[in-house]
């Protein structure tokens, strides 16, 4: 199957490889990553062949964490508050 956030490759020796593969974003998760990564995880399950799993990140970095652009479209800060008014007990200082 292909992929478009994800590199995935089984090596000689039923080492397969997953790689991370948005370096411009650092390697950070999209929907889309989060959707690719879980389908080479199944893929590597179903193959008898795989021994081991390798993740991996392209470029310089393993992978910055969610991406923040893609998970909240338009940054996000439209969203903090609702999150906010979700969290009990509201925190009274000392």
Avoid: W
């Avoid at 039923?14 to 991370?20: N, Q």
């Avoid at 989060?34 to 193959?47: K, P, S, V």
């Avoid at 439209?78 to 000392?94: C, I, L, S, V, Y």
């Amino acid at each position: 199957m292909a992929y478009e956030d994800i590199i995935y490759s089984v090596e000689n020796e039923g080492i397969a490889v997953i790689t991370l593969n948005r370096p411009d974003a650092m390697n950070a998760l999209s929907h889309r990553t989060h959707a690719e990564f879980a389908q080479t995880i199944d893929e590597a399950n179903r193959d008898d062949a795989v021994r081991m799993l390798v993740i991996t990140g392209a470029s310089r970095g393993f992978c910055s964490g969610d991406d923040a652009k893609s998970i909240f479209p338009g940054g996000g800060a439209t969203h903090a508050p609702a999150f906010m008014e979700k969290r009990e007990p509201k925190f009274q200082g000392r």
